[in-house]
């Protein structure tokens, strides 16, 4: 079983930047990768980028690449996502999860982020 849980969001104006935490325990070894998905009203969710635990490989949705950052704190078991030059389409809930690309099996509650223009 694996715990996550996310923070940092908030309100920001239109070309901000916030940064997103999530802190995972449990048996986090068993994962294969750490992602950020987010899904605004209306909306279906959408993943926004992923990290592989082992290997630090990246991929980003297009829609934020150049503008967003991921990484990971390994001793802390903690994933970051830095998000700058955020725009309104951003405004969303951020989801932490994890497990094999394509299976994510554990999310967090999710952090709200609101862009206003």
């Known amino acids: 079983q694996v715990q996550l849980v996310e923070s940092g969001g908030g309100l920001v104006q239109a070309g901000g930047s916030l940064r997103l935490s999530c802190a995972a325990s449990?048996?986090?070894?068993?994962?294969?990768?750490l992602a950020w998905f987010r899904q605004s009203p209306g909306k279906e969710r959408e993943i926004v980028s992923f990290?592989?635990?082992?290997?630090?490989?990246?991929w980003y949705a297009d829609s934020v690449k150049g503008r967003f950052i991921i990484s990971k704190d390994n001793a802390k078991d903690t994933v970051y996502l830095q998000m700058n030059s955020l725009k309104p389409e951003d405004t969303a809930v951020y989801y932490c999860?994890?497990?094999?690309?394509?299976?994510?099996?554990?999310w967090g509650q999710g952090t709200q982020v609101t862009v206003s223009s």
């Open positions: 999860t994890t497990g094999p690309v394509g299976r994510w099996d554990y």
């Open positions: 449990g048996r986090t070894y068993s994962s294969n990768a």
């Open positions: 990290i592989m635990w082992i290997s630090d490989d990246t």
